[in-house]
């Protein structure tokens, strides 16, 4: 059975860092590309992060540049490390991964920016 756990949220204010952690179990993250994603309150779920097999990176336009995806295949884990957070980063925050044609979805983890 997959299961994905992410940990790491909370209460920031604006400028300051977190470090989100997305453990899995049931999967080898070696042989999957994995994303982080966000969704707002009354706004759709959207991709914020992806990671590649081999380590290639994209980020949503909004957050290159503040945001670092990261992998530790070893360890089974995804990380994101997110800086100069904003008011508009606020959102919970969802591990995924697919295999094959199935969606795999962490419980998600809560990230509020608050001044």
């Known amino acids: 059975q997959v299961q994905l756990v992410e940990s790491g949220g909370g209460l920031v204010q604006p400028g300051g860092s977190l470090r989100l952690s997305c453990a899995g179990s049931?999967?080898?993250?070696?042989?999957?590309?994995l994303d982080w994603f966000r969704q707002a309150p009354g706004k759709q779920r959207e991709l914020v992060a992806s990671?590649?097999?081999?380590?290639?990176?994209n980020y949503e336009d909004s957050v290159k540049g503040r945001f670092t995806i990261s992998r530790d295949n070893a360890k089974n884990m995804v990380y994101l490390q997110m800086n100069s957070l904003n008011l508009g980063d606020t959102a919970v925050y969802y591990c995924?991964?697919?295999?094959?044609?199935?969606?795999?979805w962490g419980q998600g983890t809560q990230v509020t920016v608050f001044s």
């Open positions: 995924h991964a697919k295999l094959g044609l199935i969606d795999y």
């Open positions: 049931g999967i080898l993250f070696r042989f999957n590309a």
């Open positions: 990671i590649s097999i081999s380590g290639r990176t």
